[in-house]
Antibody, heavy 123, light 105 residues
Framework: QVQLVESGGGVVQPGGSLRLSCAGSGFSFSSYAMHWVRQAPGKGLEWVSLISHDGNEQYYADSVRGRFSISRDNSRNMLHMQMNSLTTEDTALYYC????????????????WGQGTLVTVSS | QMTQSPSSVSASVGDRVTITCRASQGSGSWFAWYQQKPGEAPKLLIYGASSLQSGVPSRFSGSGSGTDFTLTISSLQPEDFATYYCQQAGSFPLTFGGGTKVEIK
């Protein structure tokens, strides 16, 4: 079955950097668009970023554009998110999510989710 | 911008529950609904405004197009008490509604 396992979260000071990773298994990783979605403690869901199946297209939320960078390694079935210039507003549980394929609009729905990795930005 | 209502609803087992979402701009039928239980990741229920995701009980249904969308639970079951989110997929940035918490009356 589909498995998505996030890692890389932790506590970081404001202005710091962190790199999140997501390992995918149980499906043809290179055939699917992938997303990061976050949820601040006690709050709702916020889409962060999408990368196409081949890595050629990336999209970002306005709140992270220019600071976060999404990438993928299809040879290793891995998704990454490099997060720079972190602020307290970035504190959240970060989910890796699989799109429903790679063609729109299905790629823009979140069909499977990991359990998340917690990022805490605090001095 | 997505406006989801109500923000919470108290209901009993067997009740019919309706949740609505209004988008600030049209998204055609590119719309989804998710269920999230405490401590769990969200789960896709409905996509394409009205298509039921595989494995989701038929008491869940979705309708609407353009800017106004509805999720209906025809007969609430104990396992349905959760928070529900709408999501538009018509344009970037992809956006979610604020959530509706369905609580036990």
């Amino acid at each position: 079955q589909v498995q998505l396992v996030e890692s890389g979260g932790g506590v970081v000071q404001p202005g710091g950097s962190l790199r999140l990773s997501c390992a995918g298994s149980g499906f043809s990783f290179s055939s699917y668009a992938m997303h990061w979605v976050r949820q601040a403690p006690g709050k709702g869901l916020e889409w962060v970023s999408l990368i196409s199946h081949d890595g050629n297209e990336q999209y970002y939320a306005d709140s992270v554009r220019g600071r976060f960078s999404i990438s993928r390694d299809n040879s290793r079935n891995m998704l990454h998110m490099q997060m720079n210039s972190l602020t307290t507003e970035d504190t959240a549980l970060y989910y890796c999510a699989r799109g429903m394929g790679d063609s729109k609009p299905r790629s823009r729905y979140f069909e499977d989710w990991g359990q998340g990795t917690l990022v805490t930005v605090s001095s | 911008q997505m406006t989801q209502s109500p923000s919470s609803v108290s209901a009993s087992v067997g009740d019919r529950v309706t949740i609505t979402c209004r988008a600030s701009q049209g998204s055609g039928s590119w719309f989804a609904w998710y269920q999230q239980k405490p401590g769990e990741a969200p789960k896709l229920l409905i996509y394409g405004a009205s298509s039921l995701q595989s494995g989701v009980p038929s008491r869940f249904s979705g309708s609407g197009s353009g800017t106004d969308f509805t999720l209906t639970i025809s007969s609430l079951q104990p396992e349905d008490f959760a928070t529900y989110y709408c999501q538009q997929a018509g344009s970037f940035p992809l956006t979610f509604g604020g959530g509706t918490k369905v609580e036990i009356k």
